[in-house]
């Protein structure tokens, strides 16, 4: 009897080395802000979560979600210049 069991090297082509590749790294990158943003807004939500929140702690809150939006948006912005290819 034969057996139809795929063969590892059919059907994994390229080994994985477990590193990122460089695209994987400069869309890491890119990213970054945005990544910082969200850390520091929940670095924010995290102090907040065992205390009653007084109006600075509320203004600091509001800010750093403005810095996450903002940093969304120009993400955003960025990915739409680069997929629009220059056509006017």
């Excluded at 057996?3 to 080395?17: R, Y």
């Amino acid at each position: 009897m034969k057996s139809i069991a795929a063969l590892q090297a059919v059907v994994t082509a390229v080994a994985f080395d477990g590193e990122p590749s460089g695209a994987e790294l400069d869309a890491i990158e890119q990213e970054m802000p945005l990544i910082l943003a969200e850390v520091d807004l929940l670095d924010v939500e995290i102090t907040l979560l065992d205390r009653p929140v007084t109006e600075l702690d509320d203004r600091r809150l509001r800010r750093h979600r403005n810095r996450v939006l903002a940093a969304r948006r120009d993400l955003t912005n960025r990915a739409g210049v680069a997929l629009a290819g220059g056509a006017a």
